[in-house]
């Protein structure tokens, strides 16, 4: 098999962990895809997957409802790894014995030492005893015929089990997750030596391959795609260009609301790119649609529906199109396959409102098979520069929700010169663990003094971030002298703050933005 067809599909029975199997997969350097379990098993056979990972979940096997598997998938010939929940069902379907949790005393969560059979298959790369992540109620109490404990625990006497004549292995705990010591070295094991994976997918195969494939996909036809400058879109841009040239035109809205210098440098670098580029200069109609408000949903409301308004004219303008681009990656695309029903919190703004907009026939996602970090590998692929494509998050609504209460333009230029010398100094300081950071101008006026004079004039808030998913944060811990720096350069370079003050709250109670 090429190595850029190798495939590995994991089916998703719900954990929280299921992300993280595909990353490892992905690290290992083996193309796999994240699939619901009722995934039907024509398709599952079409996707052509040399191994199959059943994830953990939530469920437990006696449930009427629990999630169940086709058995044919036992019948394809390829190796199969249950994990948790899927070693559970693989026990169960195969003719085993699970025992439900109420009847255990030792249920186990956490960090739990584990014995390995180091003769076995699965266990042969690593040592004899190490802590695995343990997550589970239930627990398999016999193993069906023709398979062999291969691990156990002092609550789990088949926290590993194989049946190498058929490739069937299943483990109890965790291998994704980073405390199961020698995980990474089990998933390995399974997909290069029992599999049999050359694991040579890379991201410079990649870009090749996805170019080829939208080539074959746009042929003579025309593309439009929504360019807000941010790592998704510029990627998804750089990738499209390559592949179809001037078949494709990149609108880029300037909202007037982005952070220093930034429009200038989406125009600069896709002004060199083989595309149509055009950049709709909306500042002033975006100031008068704010003007007076103060509201923040009502400004994240504004922008989103003016953002679309002036797409729309600028669409028309180029007439109808084949295709419609968009940045989606593939943590949206999971999410939204799972249903997620997390509240809202804040109006998001994106570009997903568009097509029922725009004149097109399909749309294209040409990442929405990829990873952020891999998003930002392909960036590096394709020649996009470092600053662009390693971008912290960075709002739909951009500095129009950095700036409390109504936004003018004057606040807007404090602000962005005030944020361009607290990033820059963080980045120089190499803060560790700063995920996000930025400045907020508050519309609280305080008394200072400088020089001889009394000064009555804007605090400015300092906000930075560490996190891995944006969903909870804590404040970064940025060393007293950087914060030092970072003040004493702002009093002095930006005119009108005379206060600033750093954010300690973290998300939960507050959120990452201000507003
Ligand atoms: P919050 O403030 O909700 O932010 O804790 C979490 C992350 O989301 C970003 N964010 C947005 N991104 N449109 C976006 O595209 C928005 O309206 C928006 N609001 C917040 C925020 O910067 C942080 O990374």
Redesign the pocket.
């Known amino acids: 098999m090429n190595a850029n067809e190798e495939k590995v599909l994991i089916l998703d029975f719900g954990s929280q962990y299921n992300q993280l199997i595909a990353r490892r997969v992905r690290e290992i350097g083996i193309y796999c895809e994240l699939k619901p379990f009722s995934m039907p098993f024509e398709k599952i056979q079409g996707f052509g997957p040399m191994a199959i990972i059943l994830s953990g979940g939530p469920s437990s096997v006696y449930d009427e409802k629990s999630p169940k598997i086709d058995t044919r998938i036992f019948e394809m010939g390829i190796p199969v790894l249950g994990i948790c929940y899927g070693a559970q069902l693989m026990a169960y379907t195969l003719g085993g014995k699970v025992v439900p949790a109420d009847s255990l005393a030792n249920r186990e969560y956490g960090r739990t030492e584990t014995e390995f059979d180091t003769n076995s298959s699965l266990f042969g790369n690593i040592s004899s005893k190490s802590i695995t992540w343990m997550s589970h109620g239930d627990s398999v109490e016999r193993i069906p015929d023709g398979f062999k404990a291969i691990a156990h625990s002092a609550g789990c006497p088949f926290a590993g089990f194989e049946n190498t004549a058929k490739n069937f292995y299943a483990v109890q705990f965790h291998p994704e997750v980073k405390h199961t010591e020698e995980g990474f070295e089990i998933l390995r094991t399974f997909l290069m030596d029992i599999a049999g994976a050359k694991a040579q997918w890379s991201m410079a195969n990649y870009k090749l391959t996805a170019i080829e494939q939208i080539k074959a996909k746009v042929g003579d036809g025309k593309a439009l795609l929504a360019l807000s400058g941010g790592v998704d879109s510029s990627v998804a841009a750089a990738l499209m260009s390559q592949a179809i040239g001037e078949k494709l035109t990149c609108v880029f809205v300037d909202h007037g609301l982005l952070r220093k210098d930034e429009g200038d440098q989406v125009e600069e670098i896709f002004s060199n790119y083989p595309v149509k580029f055009v950049r709709v200069n909306a500042q002033k109609h975006f100031m008068d649609k704010l003007a007076g408000v103060t509201e923040p949903e009502r400004k ?1 409301k504004i922008i989103g529906e003016e953002f679309i308004r002036v797409f729309e004219a600028e669409a028309k303008k180029i007439g109808a199109v084949d295709f419609l681009v968009q940045g989606t990656i593939y943590p949206d695309v999971i999410e939204s396959g799972m249903g997620s029903n997390a509240a809202v ?6 570009v997903g409102g568009l097509p029922d907009y725009v004149d097109f026939k399909e749309i294209i996602e040409p990442l929405r098979n990829l990873f952020k970090d891999e998003v930002r590998q392909l960036g590096r692929e394709l020649g996009l520069p470092e600053y662009l494509v390693s971008r912290q ?5 951009g500095l129009a ?1 950095r700036v409390i209460g109504e936004i003018t333009e004057e606040k807007l230029a404090i602000l962005r010169d005030a944020d361009w010398i607290f990033r820059s100094e963080v980045e120089a300081a190499k803060v560790p663990e700063a995920s ?1 950071y930025f400045a907020v101008l508050t519309n609280t006026k305080s008394v200072g003094v400088m020089g001889d004079g009394r000064t009555y004039d804007y605090t400015l808030a300092l906000r930075c971030v560490s996190t891995s998913d ?1 969903m909870t ?1 804590t404040f970064t811990r940025i060393p007293y002298d950087v914060l030092e720096k970072v003040s004493h350069r702002i009093v002095n370079e930006v005119p009108h703050i005379n206060r600033i003050v750093y954010d300690i709250t973290a ?1 939960p109670p507050a ?3 201000w507003e």
């Open positions: 994240r919190i804040k109006s998001h703004h994106n998050p960075f709002p739909g609504p929700i996000q944006f944060a998300k959120t990452v933005e």
